[in-house]
């Protein structure tokens, strides 16, 4: 029977299009895997940080079929996905049978786009590109941190100043953390925010604070192991769209919580973020949440904690509460 492996489609997508065969739907964010597995419990997913060269069995892709396009993901997410699907065919097939059957592009956008893409590949199908980029990032008094971040992991290539603000915020004077201290960091990116904290706290302390790091996406979560790998930051690391569900053992358990969630979907993944800080922390623990607007988030934030200091730095808000 043809197995094919659907990679870059949402729940949604499976309701319109029907597949022959046996299909397996690779994820790159557990959220994403978990929507399906909701809405469809009869097919499988699969999530990881790249794709699986074959089934769980051992088995092989008849075809890979490759949902993409400007609107669904970045141009190098794309062309590092496309890379990877076009390896794993190439292990048993010719680049022609590839291209004619075996790797099946549904391409959301222009025409002219969706050749432009496939051409960066088929011009040169033997080169394999890596997408890896490097780049610092420090708090006031800290040590520079070389960040490795890859497509689909946030940020990529570049750092992004709100985790920045929330980072010199929780380093700084008082707030600073003491080396006993248990953090825990959600929606860590690769990592940007826990491991500036730990290792500001290290210099200054002599010794780094235990550090836990929770995100929902696999390429999140492997930059972040690779870079606490690199500061030699020993961290705990959770792939999980929950918090910390499904872990009894680390209600109450943290001293610190930070935060920097995506405000794309209104409030509801700052909520989730929220009821994870109230949950983790311990009485007289403090969380973090960085944000724009911190009008917006102030009264989300009320919702959880009575009382919410705003801290404004780098144009951004860092909303203060302490767990009662
Ligand atoms: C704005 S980025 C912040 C990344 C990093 N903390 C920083 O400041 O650079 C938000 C992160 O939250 C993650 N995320 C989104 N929803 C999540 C959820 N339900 N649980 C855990 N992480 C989530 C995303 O994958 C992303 O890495």
């Known amino acids: 029977m043809m197995k094919s492996l659907l990679v870059g489609y949402k729940a949604a997508d499976l309701d319109r299009v029907s597949f022959e065969g046996e299909i397996v739907c690779h994820e790159l964010d557990v959220y994403l895997a978990h929507a399906i597995a909701a809405v469809h ?5 699969v999530c990881s ?31 590092d996905l496309l890379q990877e699907a076009y390896g794993i065919l190439a292990e048993d097939a010719t680049s022609d049978k590839i291209w004619k059957e075996r790797l099946v592009i549904d391409y959301v956008g222009r ?27 420090s708090v006031p008094g800290g040590e520079k941190l070389i960040f490795a971040s890859t497509p689909g992991c946030f940020c990529h290539r570049r750092l992004d100043e709100g985790g920045l603000a929330l980072a010199e915020v929780v380093s700084r004077g008082a707030e600073c953390p003491d080396s006993s201290a248990r953090i825990l960091d959600m929606g860590c990116g690769c ?26 996406h696999t390429r999140a979560i492997e930059a972040a192991m690779k870079n606490a790998a690199s ?8 792939l999980s769209d929950s918090g910390i569900d499904g872990h009894p053992e680390l209600e109450g358990a ?17 909520d989730v973020f929220l009821q994870t800080a109230v949950k983790a922390l311990k009485k ?3 969380c973090y949440l960085v944000c724009k607007n911190a009008a917006g988030l102030e009264p989300v934030q009320k919702r959880y904690f009575p009382e919410v200091e705003i801290i404004n ?4 808000a860092v909303l203060k509460s302490v767990k009662g």
């Open 41 to 45: 419990p009869e097919i499988r997913t």
């Open 254 to 270: 943290f001293d610190v919580f930070v935060g920097n969630p995506p405000y794309y979907s209104d409030y509801r993944i700052a």
């Open 313 to 316: 730095r780098r144009g951004y």
């Open 284 to 286: 007289g623990g403090v």
């Open 111 to 137: 025409e002219r786009d969706r050749n432009d893409l496939i051409d960066r590949i088929k011009d040169d199908p033997r080169r394999v590109r890596s997408f890896e980029a490097k780049w610092p990032a």
């Open 231 to 238: 500061f030699g930051i020993v961290a705990q690391m959770m």
């Open 191 to 216: 990592g940007l925010v826990g491991l500036l904290v730990a290792d500001f706290v290290r210099k200054l302390k002599g010794a780094a604070p235990a550090l836990t790091l929770i995100d929902s």
């Open 49 to 79: 940080a790249h794709l699986p060269r074959t089934d769980e069995d051992g088995s092989k892709w008849n075809r890979i079929c490759f949902r993409t396009g400007p609107k669904l993901m970045s141009g190098e997410l794309a062309l």
